[in-house]
Nanobody
Framework: QVQLVESGGGLVQAGSSLRLSCAAS????????IGWFRQAPGKERESVAT????????YYADSVKGRFTISRDNAKNTVYLQMNSLKPEDTAVYYC?????????????????WGQGTQVTVSS
């Protein structure tokens, strides 16, 4: 079982940067693919970025390509989401999720574990 805790959210101005962290418990962290998702008020949750177990494969939503970078440090049981050039439309609660299935694309697989979310608000 994996427990996930997100941190790093906040209120920033458009054009700013934030780095979100997803810290995991458990010794089997490296066996899980990790995805970042977000949900804005009144909208469905969407996949933002996904990283494979090893960190070699990464996938991004078109809306964040070139601005967001997902990475992981398996020694620290942590996945990061570096968010640059933030836009007001990036405002949402950001969640990380863990899947034990192979990561073959953005948000693919069944995500069994979730964090509680961290709020990101970007003002114009």
């Amino acid at each position: 079982q994996v427990q996930l805790v997100e941190s790093g959210g906040g209120l920033v101005q458009a054009g700013s940067s934030l780095r979100l962290s997803c810290a995991a418990s458990g010794r089997t962290f490296s066996t899980y693919g990790i995805g970042w998702f977000r949900q804005a008020p009144g909208k469905e949750r969407e996949s933002v970025a996904t990283v494979s177990r090893s960190g070699i494969r990464t996938y991004y939503a078109d809306s964040v390509k070139g601005r967001f970078t997902i990475s992981r440090d398996n020694a620290k049981n942590t996945v990061y989401l570096q968010m640059n050039s933030l836009k007001p439309e990036d405002t949402a609660v950001y969640y990380c999720g863990a899947t034990s299935t192979a990561v073959l694309g953005l948000g693919t697989g069944r995500y069994m574990y979730w964090g509680q979310g961290t709020q990101v608000t970007v003002s114009s």
